[in-house]
């Protein structure tokens, strides 16, 4: 009854509320998103998003179709794995950075792992301008990494957008910050993109501050900010447990967007095309785009906290 490239056009814009952005990971006009999703609307009989010059919102029933989308999907690849009747082999060099690792990413990896036994994956885990750097040298395949929104174009087939997420401030509950006082900062070491935007932002803004704890282990952050040591920047959809959002009357400038992509190594991509293995692990993070960003209900910001 359902197509499946306008149920996975359809899963594409749930994923990132763009239609533009969802053009973009798909490798088609923003036109084309547009008429798959209003044909499987005709094809369902109902309004599946709501969209203005501003937003795009799932309905209730888009909400119901999505979940029904994932199951055909899944199910779609399955067959088409277990009649293509090849098994991918060989070593592919994945990198994530830290965030990623320790939010949604174990279960792709496991799935991965199960799909495809012969792959041997080996994972290194890294601040993302590392591993930018790796991947670009060809000692990595492929990384989930994060960037600055318009660094490189999203939809080469070099960059694949996953998502876009707003960088907010975080800290441990019940935090106090003295608007009189420079800014205690918990932060990743350079060249680390929370921290040189975080700075950036600061130092934009005339808001002094100071380092109160440089770690290169997000545990280690996460381990400072909730001891009040101070406040640090991180992606809204991946709030660690136990940290929650620094409130707007604390004053802190607002931070801005981060892109989430995933970049192919020049010797993955042949005729413009991700070949293999690489291919297979991309394409299971961009169907799961949305439970990445996701580690838990969303966490708002607490009354307990601002300026002292």
């Not at 790796?134 to 600055?148: I, N, P, S």
């Not at 959809?237 to 995933?262: H, K, S, T």
């Amino acid at each position: 009854m359902f197509d499946p490239t306008q149920l996975r056009t359809f899963v594409t814009v749930s994923q990132t509320l763009s239609f533009t952005q969802a053009a973009h990971r798909l490798g088609v006009r923003q036109s084309t998103v547009s008429q798959q999703v209003r044909r499987l609307e005709e094809a369902a009989g109902r309004l599946l998003f709501v969209r203005d010059t501003h937003s795009v919102t799932l309905t209730e029933d888009g909400e119901a179709m999505l979940g029904f989308a994932r199951t055909i999907l899944e199910a779609n690849e399955r067959a088409a794995h277990w009649f293509a009747g090849t098994r991918l082999r060989g070593r592919l060099r994945f990198g994530a950075s830290e965030d990623f690792v320790l939010t949604r990413l174990p279960e792709i990896l496991q799935a991965f792992r199960h799909d495809h036994p012969e792959v041997d994956l080996e994972l290194t885990v890294d601040l993302s301008g590392p591993l930018q750097e790796q991947v670009a040298a060809g000692r990595l395949d492929l990384v989930l990494v994060k960037r600055h929104p318009g660094q490189g174009r999203p939809d080469e087939p070099h960059g694949r957008l996953v998502w876009r997420d707003r960088l907010v401030w975080i800290g441990g509950e019940g935090l106090r910050l003295d608007a009189h006082r420079p800014l205690p900062l918990v932060v990743f070491p350079p060249p680390a993109v929370t921290r040189a935007r975080a700075l950036e932002v600061l130092e934009r803004h005339g808001r002094p501050w100071w380092v109160a704890c440089t770690s290169g282990s997000l545990n280690g952050l996460v381990a400072a900010a909730g001891a009040g040591l101070g406040v640090m920047a991180h992606a809204q959809g991946m709030i660690p447990p136990g940290l929650v959002r620094v409130p707007a009357r604390a004053g802190l400038p607002e931070l801005g967007d981060v892109d989430v992509v995933l970049l192919y190594g020049t010797r993955t991509v042949r005729g413009g095309t991700a070949r293999g293995s690489a291919r297979a692990l991309a394409e299971a993070i961009l169907a799961a785009g949305d439970r990445l960003q996701s580690p838990g209900p969303a966490q708002p910001p607490q009354g307990s906290q601002g300026p002292g």
